[in-house]
């Protein structure tokens, strides 16, 4: 559920989860045991749990299709509520998984650490460097790690993170948890919060907006006792840090990323999310589209904690991925009197009027059928598809436009929407196996690769074909076909290989060519000497 509340002149969203009474289950990992954040958390997650969780489809009855027109209407706008769990989606929800209950090792109520964090000062520890094994003032050291998830807008991206928070508890109440002579008081744990970065940017205006959260969460009255008017920003960070530490906050979302403020004020938020992770072992995932990969990038060199958990890109669907899946579940929902069913041309249509982007997709499939219904045609059609693209899309045309068309110049007037390779590429090595790449971002990512290899490899396999006693030319018109035969995708030792048996071949045609022509001319002089007898 989620809650509207008026902040600094515009209306947030402050999303609610679950309130439950701590239940301490046994648990399978060792690290994790005897630790009341973790003992209290729900089971792990299997995949068949997770897609089963996720699976949001509309409430349909075929009898309805011959319900009036204004009845159907509001049937169709079921369809928003749509959710095809895919393979990202389970990528996601197991980091989540991993990120809360890694996090918690290092800040077990029963721990020491946990009363020394107070007894020293917030204060302090966010003020003094970790030492050179990692360990923070007090030394504990963090076990938390940060994530990162990017793409376009309209992609899915927060929907797809509300959801897998909701699957936890927002809140676990303990007060009666004792293990070996030590006991747990009464402690309200947080297991996630989800704020917005600001239209501002200023760290400020997050701490407000955090306070704001957490009072509507706990009904307590944070804001009321943080946030005066002549309070300063660095005490405002100290208090939301304390906050964070006191409710055992298990992961901190930050949304919209790519407000946050450029040059110096950008620089003093990443340094601050930094230390709320590694020195006070609160885990964050940051979302934001790809004006955010110059911060990604700012964060892994302020600590390599900014992206343990890795990054996930999500772009738009691929027609060679999972595609199909997704539209032929979502085209079971027609209301229209006629059912038409999915043909190649329709999925066609549907993939180049939205380029696989998801809230483009499921937007033209409520518009049509509404359309079709209202103007009494109560059937969908490629042509009825066209037209109502063209009036509902049309405030998004230039996206679409350039994602069909791939054009860069194009595409740089939209740089939410496609990600800046120059800039991407450090993130992208950085990261190495810790990224996921999703949809057409990562089909580029792999003609890239595949483009570079190919250029590497055509030079290596030249110079070997030109010790053949070749020219230049005819080398690599070889090493051209060798590669073409292939599609380049065969390792240098078997390209070789067809190189040689591609110039052996040669040599035998030429010699067989050169030995024809010679019968040839033998043949000739013959019968020239022949007519001289």
């Given at each position: 559920?989620k809650?509207?509340?008026?902040?600094?002149?515009?209306?947030i969203?402050?999303?609610?989860?679950?309130?439950?009474?701590a239940?301490?289950?046994?648990?399978e990992?060792p690290?994790?045991?005897?630790?009341?954040?973790?003992?209290?958390?729900p089971a792990?997650?299997s995949?068949?749990d997770?897609?089963?969780?996720?699976?949001?489809?509309?409430?349909?009855?075929?009898e309805?299709?011959?319900?009036?027109p204004?009845?159907r209407?509001?049937?169709?706008e079921q369809?928003?509520?749509?959710m095809q769990?895919?393979l990202v989606?389970?990528?996601?929800e197991?980091?989540?998984?991993?990120m809360?209950?890694?996090?918690?090792v290092?800040r077990?109520?029963?721990?020491p650490f946990?009363?020394k964090?107070?007894?020293?000062?917030i204060?302090?520890i966010l003020n003094?460097?970790?030492?050179?094994?990692?360990k923070?003032i007090?030394?504990n050291?963090s076990?938390?790690k940060?994530?990162?998830i990017?793409?376009?807008?309209?992609?899915?991206?927060?929907?797809?993170?509300?959801?897998i928070?909701?699957?936890?508890?927002q809140?676990?109440?303990?007060s009666?948890?004792?293990?070996?002579g030590l006991e747990?008081g009464?402690?309200?744990?947080i297991?996630?919060i989800?704020?917005?970065?600001?239209?501002?940017g200023?760290?400020?205006?997050?701490?407000?907006?955090?306070?704001l959260t957490v009072d509507?969460?706990l009904?307590?009255n944070?804001?009321?006792?943080f946030?005066?008017?002549r309070i300063?920003?660095?005490?405002?960070?100290?208090?939301m840090s304390?906050?964070?530490?006191?409710?055992?906050v298990?992961?901190?979302?930050?949304?919209?990323?790519?407000?946050?403020k450029?040059g110096?004020?950008?620089?003093?938020?990443?340094?601050?999310?930094?230390?709320?992770?590694?020195?006070?072992g609160?885990?964050?995932v940051y979302?934001g589209?790809y004006?955010?990969?110059?911060l990604?990038n700012?964060l892994l060199?302020?600590?390599?904690?900014?992206s343990?958990?890795g990054?996930?890109?999500?772009?738009?669907?691929?027609?060679?991925?999972e595609?199909?899946?997704?539209l032929?579940?979502?085209w079971?929902?027609q209301w229209?009197?006629?059912?038409?069913?999915?043909?190649?041309e329709?999925?066609?249509?549907?993939y180049e009027?939205?380029?696989?982007?998801?809230?483009?997709v499921?937007?033209?499939?409520i518009?049509?059928?509404q359309?079709?219904i209202?103007?009494?045609?109560?059937e969908?059609?490629?042509?009825?598809?066209k037209?109502?693209?063209?009036?509902n899309?049309?405030?998004?045309?230039?996206?679409?436009?350039?994602?069909r068309?791939g054009?860069?110049e194009?595409?740089k007037?939209?740089d939410d929407?496609k990600?800046g390779?120059?800039e991407?590429?450090?993130?992208?090595?950085?990261l190495?196996?810790?990224?996921?790449?999703?949809?057409?971002?990562?089909?580029?990512?792999?003609?890239?690769?595949n483009?570079?290899?190919?250029?590497?490899?055509?030079e290596?396999?030249l110079?070997?074909?030109?010790?053949?006693?070749?020219?230049?030319?005819?080398?690599?018109?070889i090493?051209?076909?060798?590669?073409?035969?292939n599609?380049?995708?065969?390792?240098?030792?078997?390209q070789?290989?067809?190189?040689?048996?591609?110039?052996?071949?040669r040599?035998?045609?030429?010699?067989h060519?050169?030995?024809?022509?010679?019968?040839?001319?033998?043949?000739?002089?013959?019968?020239?000497f022949?007519?001289?007898?």
């Amino acid at each position: 559920m989620k809650k509207d509340i008026a902040f600094d002149g515009s209306i947030i969203s402050v999303l609610m989860g679950k309130q439950i009474t701590a239940k301490y289950n046994e648990q399978e990992i060792p690290k994790y045991r005897k630790n009341p954040l973790i003992e209290a958390l729900p089971a792990i997650n299997s995949q068949i749990d997770v897609g089963e969780r996720l699976l949001n489809f509309p409430d349909y009855y075929a009898e309805d299709r011959q319900k009036p027109p204004e009845i159907r209407l509001h049937y169709i706008e079921q369809v928003r509520d749509y959710m095809q769990p895919l393979l990202v989606h389970l990528q996601i929800e197991s980091n989540l998984s991993i990120m809360i209950r890694r996090g918690y090792v290092s800040r077990n109520p029963l721990s020491p650490f946990y009363a020394k964090q107070f007894a020293v000062g917030i204060k302090e520890i966010l003020n003094v460097d970790l030492d050179e094994d990692g360990k923070n003032i007090i030394g504990n050291q963090s076990t938390a790690k940060s994530y990162t998830i990017i793409g376009i807008s309209g992609i899915g991206k927060t929907t797809a993170i509300e959801k897998i928070l909701l699957m936890y508890p927002q809140v676990i109440i303990h007060s009666d948890y004792k293990y070996n002579g030590l006991e747990l008081g009464y402690l309200k744990q947080i297991v996630w919060i989800k704020l917005e970065c600001p239209f501002n940017g200023s760290r400020k205006s997050l701490c407000q907006q955090f306070f704001l959260t957490v009072d509507q969460i706990l009904q307590t009255n944070y804001y009321k006792k943080f946030v005066k008017s002549r309070i300063n920003e660095e005490d405002l960070i100290i208090a939301m840090s304390h906050v964070c530490s006191l409710h055992c906050v298990g992961v901190l979302v930050i949304d919209e990323i790519q407000r946050m403020k450029k040059g110096e004020a950008g620089q003093l938020m990443l340094d601050f999310f930094v230390d709320l992770s590694n020195k006070l072992g609160v885990p964050l995932v940051y979302i934001g589209t790809y004006k955010a990969i110059p911060l990604f990038n700012k964060l892994l060199a302020n600590g390599r904690r900014a992206s343990g958990m890795g990054s996930e890109f999500l772009d738009p669907m691929t027609k060679e991925d999972e595609w199909d899946l997704f539209l032929s579940n979502l085209w079971e929902y027609q209301w229209t009197e006629k059912k038409v069913p999915l043909t190649e041309e329709l999925s066609n249509a549907m993939y180049e009027l939205t380029q696989g982007v998801t809230d483009f997709v499921i937007n033209l499939f409520i518009k049509s059928q509404q359309y079709a219904i209202a103007y009494g045609q109560e059937e969908l059609s490629v042509r009825l598809l066209k037209t109502v693209a063209k009036q509902n899309l049309k405030l998004v045309q230039g996206v679409i436009d350039a994602l069909r068309i791939g054009d860069k110049e194009k595409i740089k007037q939209y740089d939410d929407i496609k990600p800046g390779w120059n800039e991407t590429n450090e993130y992208v090595k950085a990261l190495g196996n810790r990224l996921g790449l999703h949809g057409k971002v990562n089909s580029e990512h792999k003609r890239a690769i595949n483009k570079n290899k190919y250029e590497k490899n055509f030079e290596i396999l030249l110079n070997f074909a030109l010790n053949f006693d070749l020219s230049e030319k005819e080398a690599r018109t070889i090493v051209e076909d060798a590669m073409n035969s292939n599609k380049g995708m065969k390792a240098l030792h078997e390209q070789q290989t067809i190189i040689t048996q591609m110039i052996k071949s040669r040599e035998v045609t030429q010699f067989h060519n050169y030995f024809f022509n010679k019968i040839k001319e033998l043949q000739n002089s013959q019968k020239y000497f022949l007519k001289l007898i």
